[in-house]
């Protein structure tokens, strides 16, 4: 309620300002300024914002207007008071006073009226960002239905602006009014980018650019020669008049309406009056403005020049016309002194620079910024590549680096100096843009100034500031693209070298590195980014070094001193990344070798092997103990990296040197899992080698001890670390190797040695975890549990890798024959553990080692099968536990082949009705917990039993048509595609194995299993005549918005199986009236319709018939149909128009 009356206002406009007064206060209450915020929003949109069909509201175009009006019109110009209130004229303010609590709380005084204007100017600075969104929707339809008064907008905001200042005044005194003389001059390039006529669609752009330039030249003192416009606006000031230039190619972009070609010709197209395009205009006025501010002059002028250099930066980016060539052009506006823009930018990157008196440091770092920023936007522009013009460009800027004009060089030095790192940064990208846009001509270096450029360069590469020397990585990977017969000498093979040199000692850690959480010199995440990108570099590096490279890092590993660690680990590193090329290379020679052939690179790749063989001597000689933590873990990672160079130059002894090595340094925490990883690679490239060395005639009798106490002391050594990766890494190695022995006595011998550790683990555990438990008050006794379990879990990973790995016969029987008779104990005595049965973690880990033995020794665990499955019941009731469910998969699987149904005393009637049985039990428990819990609460369990469900219908489909719960099962899928709420992997599982049943003749599956479904045909098709119309709505819903967008592809194909079915089993191979009533009511259900309103009858009309045109054509057309239904999907969610569907029609 208003209670004071306040004269020029009207009631609308001041409940406007008094909710802006609230949103921007910042003691108003979270309350008031969420109700205020909304309310201003939603008064600011307007009807006719979103619907063509409504009408504007005038209303609030008035009120806007009123409100800038009583804004900007006096305020500035008027002169402060100390009076009780402010002056009768600056409205805003009053009622800012009025409702302020400070006015009631303190006596007038100038801090008083310093706070009020600074809530005035909060409210005027909302009301003007409120009023530009509006613009930016409406303006064009307003200027369309309401001319008068969108020029009445116009006029409003131009007289604002003047507010700030005519021609004779500079620039705002104070931020507040600078803040404000920024976002009325957003507003008037909003207005100017969408006023157009039907003579010219760029006419209010080019208006208010020849209005800027003459504002510029009056302000200049230049009346003669400017063009003046016939129009009543008066002249800006010049920092106004520079602002509104840099706002308007941003607001261009911003037109919604337009395509990009129409915004570039917005930008770019001639004017009748003048006959120049907007960015002829533009570039003439800018031109004019850097001439008078070049020279300074004052703090005003320096201003003003970073004003023009920003607003040349800004047409830069965005206009394809403005080329490094088109600023090489005299403009007219400076024909007399004949100075070209680049000749002005390039002098205020060179040593002239260094000589002008700044008025400030702000201004000469910010004119490095802009005038880099213009010049790299104008390279990245290559509209005009291959002319002339733009070679004579390139040209002058490479041999301006020299001196004495120093281009690049002598700012690059001040910004040093002055530690301007933004000023750096922009240097840098200009410099690497150069080089690598030119990098054709630069790397002949036949260019005056090109090789002082990659010297530059190289410097820039050095820099330890992660944003100055990132830049420099894409010259090096352009140069890489130029053959080295067409570059300079000096840019191949030395310039490389320097470049690996001073790459190397960039990447490094720093000296004092403890750990990123005590690092503040660098950010990890640049530290990372930086050695990710220096990869590909180092990688062409290597390719035009070869043998070299790697030497060269070789030497830098083992001459530098300990001391100097950081240097020692980025030369590890730099190995690493070429050791995917070097192996290749070594391989290929070893290759030719053992074919009898020259190798046109067997120099290269034998010294490379030497050169790798010596430095892994060097490696493997010094204890890892003595190694700083950091360069131990680069040492790992080397020695993993190139295994298989290993495996082809080093003896075995040297091979159980390095594994020895390795499990050396998996205690040092730093080191643990590259030494992990490093061993697994290692064992998997030397297991052929070693077996080989080992059943060669005449070896040693000892070999294979020696690799058993090799594999064995790895394992224990992996066990140690309590690291499950490590664990499970270095158990596929072993099992790798092992498999690799050609006697099968040995094979079981060393593999039950290499998995006995393992088991001591899980009997102490299962030990620990009994005494332990009967102690429940005890905080001890339960921590010992904790740990006790966590091993366990661990080292049961550890056999599951095992028997992964190991999936081979040697003779008549299988390596894992003494592995199995030794774990069985164990895994019975788990899954008879209370506590284990409790914890899920377990027997997730428990399930999965019996589904490996399952697929590794089925006929082993054949016998045993019916107490395994049991007990996997039995926990599945008692935890609901997803993994069960994953061993229920997998166990019908294994029991396609005859083999396992023989070793289980079975044949196919009493296995049918063994799993017809499971899946009839399963399936109750499942429903009563899925109803209990809610689908969406037990989405993995979900997931887990439509996985089930799917290996019935490919490998057991007696069973599944069998089964009595099939309707229910049916129909629980059905309700899930909606019920899990669009989580992913679960409705993807059901829509899978709908997709899969409802479609079995599409998919293929042995004559023996169709035959099966096509006896249960009919019990099919009944279940699809029951639920197909809710699936249909499902998948049509789900495509319309209902489902993530990922799962489009899954309900796609589920809504085109159905299709098909139906017309494959119409006797005219037509759809019948069944499926076109689902599909119509799916188009026109209520649910589709609230997830989108951007679908038709007609679109959907339009889509139905084009489904059923594709799904006439069979089985080919689902890809077709698969795009047809994500351009609908994408058509509802607005992302494409209706015209997407018309290229199915017509096809």
């Given at each position: 309620?208003?209670?004071?009356?306040?004269?020029?206002?009207?009631?609308?406009?001041?409940?406007?300002?008094?909710?802006?007064?609230?949103?921007?206060?910042?003691?108003?209450?979270?309350?008031?300024?969420?109700?205020?915020?909304?309310?201003?929003?939603?008064?600011?949109?307007?009807?006719?914002?979103?619907?063509?069909?409504?009408?504007?509201?005038?209303?609030?175009?008035?009120?806007?207007?009123?409100?800038?009006?009583?804004?900007?019109?006096?305020?500035?110009?008027?002169?402060?008071?100390?009076?009780?209130?402010?002056?009768?004229?600056?409205?805003?303010?009053?009622?800012?006073?009025?409702?302020?609590?400070?006015?009631?709380?303190?006596?007038?005084?100038?801090?008083?009226?310093?706070?009020?204007?600074?809530?005035?100017?909060?409210?005027?600075?909302?009301?003007?960002?409120?009023?530009?969104?509006?613009?930016?929707?409406?303006?064009?339809?307003?200027?369309?239905?309401?001319?008068?008064?969108?020029?009445?907008?116009?006029?409003?905001?131009?007289?604002?602006?003047?507010?700030?200042?005519?021609?004779?005044?500079?620039?705002?005194?104070?931020?507040?009014?600078?803040?404000?003389?920024?976002?009325?001059?957003?507003?008037?390039?909003?207005?100017?980018?969408?006023?157009?006529?039907?003579?010219?669609?760029?006419?209010?752009?080019?208006?208010?650019?020849?209005?800027?330039?003459?504002?510029?030249?009056?302000?200049?003192?230049?009346?003669?020669?400017?063009?003046?416009?016939?129009?009543?606006?008066?002249?800006?000031?010049?920092?106004?008049?520079?602002?509104?230039?840099?706002?308007?190619?941003?607001?261009?972009?911003?037109?919604?309406?337009?395509?990009?070609?129409?915004?570039?010709?917005?930008?770019?197209?001639?004017?009748?009056?003048?006959?120049?395009?907007?960015?002829?205009?533009?570039?003439?006025?800018?031109?004019?403005?850097?001439?008078?501010?070049?020279?300074?002059?004052?703090?005003?002028?320096?201003?003003?020049?970073?004003?023009?250099?920003?607003?040349?930066?800004?047409?830069?980016?965005?206009?394809?016309?403005?080329?490094?060539?088109?600023?090489?052009?005299?403009?007219?506006?400076?024909?007399?002194?004949?100075?070209?823009?680049?000749?002005?930018?390039?002098?205020?990157?060179?040593?002239?620079?260094?000589?002008?008196?700044?008025?400030?440091?702000?201004?000469?770092?910010?004119?490095?910024?802009?005038?880099?920023?213009?010049?790299?936007?104008?390279?990245?522009?290559?509209?005009?590549?291959?002319?002339?013009?733009?070679?004579?460009?390139?040209?002058?800027?490479?041999?301006?680096?020299?001196?004495?004009?120093?281009?690049?060089?002598?700012?690059?030095?001040?910004?040093?100096?002055?530690?301007?790192?933004?000023?750096?940064?922009?240097?840098?990208?200009?410099?690497?843009?150069?080089?690598?846009?030119?990098?054709?001509?630069?790397?002949?270096?036949?260019?005056?100034?090109?090789?002082?450029?990659?010297?530059?360069?190289?410097?820039?590469?050095?820099?330890?500031?992660?944003?100055?020397?990132?830049?420099?990585?894409?010259?090096?990977?352009?140069?890489?693209?130029?053959?080295?017969?067409?570059?300079?000498?000096?840019?191949?093979?030395?310039?490389?070298?320097?470049?690996?040199?001073?790459?190397?000692?960039?990447?490094?850690?720093?000296?004092?590195?403890?750990?990123?959480?005590?690092?503040?010199?660098?950010?990890?995440?640049?530290?990372?980014?930086?050695?990710?990108?220096?990869?590909?570099?180092?990688?062409?590096?290597?390719?035009?070094?070869?043998?070299?490279?790697?030497?060269?890092?070789?030497?830098?590993?083992?001459?530098?001193?300990?001391?100097?660690?950081?240097?020692?680990?980025?030369?590890?590193?730099?190995?690493?990344?070429?050791?995917?090329?070097?192996?290749?290379?070594?391989?290929?020679?070893?290759?030719?070798?053992?074919?009898?052939?020259?190798?046109?690179?067997?120099?290269?790749?034998?010294?490379?092997?030497?050169?790798?063989?010596?430095?892994?001597?060097?490696?493997?000689?010094?204890?890892?103990?003595?190694?700083?933590?950091?360069?131990?873990?680069?040492?790992?990672?080397?020695?993993?990296?190139?295994?298989?160079?290993?495996?082809?130059?080093?003896?075995?002894?040297?091979?159980?040197?390095?594994?020895?090595?390795?499990?050396?340094?998996?205690?040092?925490?730093?080191?643990?899992?590259?030494?992990?990883?490093?061993?697994?690679?290692?064992?998997?490239?030397?297991?052929?080698?070693?077996?080989?060395?080992?059943?060669?005639?005449?070896?040693?009798?000892?070999?294979?001890?020696?690799?058993?106490?090799?594999?064995?002391?790895?394992?224990?050594?992996?066990?140690?670390?309590?690291?499950?990766?490590?664990?499970?890494?270095?158990?596929?190695?072993?099992?790798?190797?092992?498999?690799?022995?050609?006697?099968?006595?040995?094979?079981?011998?060393?593999?039950?040695?290499?998995?006995?550790?393992?088991?001591?683990?899980?009997?102490?555990?299962?030990?620990?975890?009994?005494?332990?438990?009967?102690?429940?008050?005890?905080?001890?006794?339960?921590?010992?549990?904790?740990?006790?379990?966590?091993?366990?879990?661990?080292?049961?990973?550890?056999?599951?890798?095992?028997?992964?790995?190991?999936?081979?016969?040697?003779?008549?029987?299988?390596?894992?024959?003494?592995?199995?008779?030794?774990?069985?104990?164990?895994?019975?005595?788990?899954?008879?553990?209370?506590?284990?049965?409790?914890?899920?973690?377990?027997?997730?880990?428990?399930?999965?080692?019996?589904?490996?033995?399952?697929?590794?020794?089925?006929?082993?665990?054949?016998?045993?099968?019916?107490?395994?499955?049991?007990?996997?019941?039995?926990?599945?009731?008692?935890?609901?536990?997803?993994?069960?469910?994953?061993?229920?998969?997998?166990?019908?699987?294994?029991?396609?082949?005859?083999?396992?149904?023989?070793?289980?005393?079975?044949?196919?009637?009493?296995?049918?009705?063994?799993?017809?049985?499971?899946?009839?039990?399963?399936?109750?428990?499942?429903?009563?917990?899925?109803?209990?819990?809610?689908?969406?609460?037990?989405?993995?369990?979900?997931?887990?039993?439509?996985?089930?469900?799917?290996?019935?219908?490919?490998?057991?489909?007696?069973?599944?048509?069998?089964?009595?719960?099939?309707?229910?099962?049916?129909?629980?899928?059905?309700?899930?595609?909606t019920e899990c709420q669009g989580e992913i992997d679960s409705t993807r599982s059901a829509l899978v194995f709908l997709t899969q049943f409802i479609g079995w003749k599409s998919i293929h599956l042995p004559a023996t299993k169709v035959r099966v479904l096509r006896n249960y045909s009919s019990t099919i098709d009944n279940l699809l005549l029951q639920h197909g119309e809710t699936i249909t709505k499902s998948c049509i819903g789900g495509i319309s918005g209902g489902a993530p967008q990922i799962l489009w592809p899954s309900l796609s194909e589920c809504l085109f199986a159905i299709m098909l079915h139906i017309i494959s089993e119409s006797p005219s191979g037509e759809p019948n009236a069944v499926l076109e009533s689902w599909l119509r009511s799916a188009m026109t259900n209520n649910s589709l319709l609230n997830n989108s309103q951007n679908i038709t009858s007609e679109i959907g009309t339009s889509t139905i018939q084009i489904l059923c045109d594709l799904a006439r054509q069979g089985l080919k057309s689902k890809p077709k149909a698969k795009m047809v239904m994500i351009d609908f999907g994408k058509i509802a969610k607005g992302e494409t128009t209706p015209e997407a569907l018309q290229a199915y029609s017509i096809t």
């Amino acid at each position: 309620k208003m209670t004071d009356n306040i004269a020029g206002i009207g009631a609308l406009e001041r409940q406007v300002i008094e909710a802006a007064l609230i949103t921007t206060r910042p003691f108003s209450s979270s309350e008031e300024r969420s109700k205020a915020s909304s309310s201003l929003e939603q008064w600011t949109s307007s009807p006719g914002s979103t619907a063509a069909s409504s009408p504007l509201d005038t209303s609030c175009w008035k009120a806007y207007i009123n409100i800038i009006r009583i804004s900007f019109v006096t305020s500035h110009s008027s002169t402060a008071t100390h009076s009780n209130e402010p002056s009768e004229t600056n409205i805003i303010e009053k009622i800012a006073y009025v409702t302020s609590p400070s006015s009631k709380q303190q006596p007038p005084s100038a801090n008083l009226e310093q706070q009020i204007q600074r809530e005035a100017n909060g409210a005027k600075l909302l009301l003007l960002t409120l009023f530009c969104s509006k613009i930016r929707r409406e303006y064009i339809r307003l200027l369309r239905e309401h001319v008068n008064l969108a020029r009445c907008v116009f006029e409003e905001l131009i007289t604002a602006l003047l507010s700030f200042g005519d021609g004779s005044q500079q620039q705002p005194n104070d931020n507040d009014t600078a803040t404000l003389m920024r976002a009325c001059c957003t507003a008037v390039a909003a207005v100017a980018v969408r006023s157009s006529s039907q003579q010219c669609l760029n006419e209010g752009v080019m208006k208010m650019i020849l209005n800027c330039k003459t504002s510029i030249a009056l302000s200049l003192g230049m009346n003669n020669g400017t063009n003046h416009v016939e129009n009543s606006i008066r002249p800006f000031s010049p920092t106004v008049s520079l602002t509104l230039l840099a706002d308007l190619p941003g607001e261009a972009q911003s037109r919604n309406d337009l395509p990009t070609a129409d915004i570039e010709a917005l930008l770019q197209m001639p004017f009748d009056a003048t006959n120049m395009s907007a960015a002829d205009a533009m570039l003439d006025t800018l031109q004019l403005s850097i001439g008078g501010f070049i020279n300074g002059g004052g703090e005003m002028q320096d201003s003003l020049l970073c004003l023009t250099l920003k607003s040349l930066r800004k047409w830069a980016e965005i206009c394809k016309s403005i080329t490094i060539s088109r600023l090489m052009e005299t403009s007219p506006s400076n024909s007399t002194t004949g100075n070209s823009f680049l000749s002005q930018l390039v002098a205020l990157l060179s040593s002239q620079s260094e000589q002008r008196q700044w008025s400030t440091a702000h201004h000469a770092e910010d004119v490095i910024i802009q005038s880099a920023n213009v010049l790299t936007a104008c390279l990245d522009n290559t509209s005009d590549f291959c002319t002339q013009s733009r070679r004579s460009a390139v040209s002058s800027m490479l041999s301006s680096i020299q001196a004495p004009v120093e281009f690049l060089v002598s700012p690059l030095r001040n910004s040093e100096m002055h530690l301007w790192e933004d000023a750096t940064v922009a240097l840098s990208n200009l410099a690497s843009t150069l080089a690598r846009e030119e990098m054709e001509d630069i790397s002949t270096c036949q260019l005056q100034g090109s090789f002082d450029l990659i010297q530059l360069l190289l410097e820039l590469q050095a820099h330890p500031v992660h944003t100055v020397a990132l830049p420099v990585l894409e010259v090096w990977l352009a140069l890489q693209d130029i053959p080295t017969s067409d570059r300079h000498p000096s840019l191949a093979a030395p310039l490389y070298m320097q470049l690996v040199e001073v790459i190397l000692n960039r990447i490094a850690f720093p000296p004092t590195f403890v750990s990123w959480e005590e690092e503040l010199e660098i950010e990890s995440s640049d530290f990372d980014e930086m050695r990710r990108m220096a990869t590909d570099v180092l990688i062409g590096a290597y390719y035009l070094l070869r043998s070299a490279y790697l030497e060269t890092l070789a030497n830098v590993v083992t001459a530098t001193s300990s001391d100097d660690w950081e240097i020692i680990e980025a030369a590890l590193f730099c190995l690493c990344a070429a050791s995917r090329e070097a192996c290749a290379r070594v391989k290929s020679v070893a290759n030719a070798v053992s074919s009898g052939r020259d190798s046109p690179v067997s120099s290269d790749g034998n010294s490379t092997a030497l050169g790798l063989t010596q430095l892994v001597r060097s490696i493997c000689s010094s204890p890892a103990s003595s190694r700083h933590h950091l360069v131990l873990s680069g040492m790992c990672t080397f020695l993993g990296s190139y295994s298989t160079v290993w495996a082809s130059s080093c003896p075995p002894q040297s091979v159980l040197e390095i594994l020895a090595y390795l499990a050396s340094a998996i205690p040092t925490p730093a080191a643990t899992e590259a030494a992990g990883k490093g061993m697994r690679l290692v064992l998997i490239s030397v297991g052929p080698k070693l077996a080989k060395a080992a059943a060669s005639p005449g070896a040693d009798p000892s070999s294979y001890n020696f690799i058993s106490t090799a594999l064995t002391q790895s394992m224990e050594a992996a066990l140690s670390s309590c690291n499950a990766t490590v664990m499970e890494n270095v158990a596929e190695g072993c099992a790798r190797v092992c498999v690799q022995l050609k006697d099968s006595s040995q094979t079981k011998t060393i593999l039950t040695s290499v998995a006995m550790p393992s088991l001591h683990r899980c009997r102490s555990s299962l030990d620990a975890i009994s005494a332990s438990s009967s102690d429940n008050s005890s905080g001890h006794a339960a921590s010992q549990v904790e740990s006790a379990t966590q091993t366990l879990i661990s080292c049961l990973g550890v056999l599951k890798q095992l028997i992964r790995f190991c999936d081979a016969s040697i003779g008549e029987t299988h390596v894992l024959t003494d592995v199995l008779t030794a774990v069985w104990p164990v895994l019975k005595d788990i899954s008879t553990n209370s506590n284990c049965r409790r914890n899920e973690d377990v027997l997730s880990r428990l399930f999965d080692v019996h589904s490996q033995l399952l697929n590794a020794v089925p006929t082993l665990i054949g016998p045993h099968f019916k107490d395994i499955i049991s007990f996997i019941v039995q926990a599945y009731e008692e935890t609901f536990c997803a993994s069960a469910l994953d061993y229920v998969s997998a166990a019908v699987e294994s029991f396609d082949s005859e083999q396992i149904v023989a070793a289980a005393g079975l044949d196919e009637q009493s296995k049918s009705a063994l799993f017809t049985q499971l899946l009839s039990h399963i399936y109750q428990r499942t429903f009563a917990y899925v109803q209990t819990k809610g689908p969406s609460e037990c989405t993995q369990v979900i997931k887990a039993f439509f996985e089930v469900a799917q290996r019935y219908l490919l490998f057991c489909p007696e069973a599944l048509c069998q089964c009595p719960e099939l309707p229910s099962l049916f129909s629980l899928g059905t309700a899930c595609l909606t019920e899990c709420q669009g989580e992913i992997d679960s409705t993807r599982s059901a829509l899978v194995f709908l997709t899969q049943f409802i479609g079995w003749k599409s998919i293929h599956l042995p004559a023996t299993k169709v035959r099966v479904l096509r006896n249960y045909s009919s019990t099919i098709d009944n279940l699809l005549l029951q639920h197909g119309e809710t699936i249909t709505k499902s998948c049509i819903g789900g495509i319309s918005g209902g489902a993530p967008q990922i799962l489009w592809p899954s309900l796609s194909e589920c809504l085109f199986a159905i299709m098909l079915h139906i017309i494959s089993e119409s006797p005219s191979g037509e759809p019948n009236a069944v499926l076109e009533s689902w599909l119509r009511s799916a188009m026109t259900n209520n649910s589709l319709l609230n997830n989108s309103q951007n679908i038709t009858s007609e679109i959907g009309t339009s889509t139905i018939q084009i489904l059923c045109d594709l799904a006439r054509q069979g089985l080919k057309s689902k890809p077709k149909a698969k795009m047809v239904m994500i351009d609908f999907g994408k058509i509802a969610k607005g992302e494409t128009t209706p015209e997407a569907l018309q290229a199915y029609s017509i096809t």
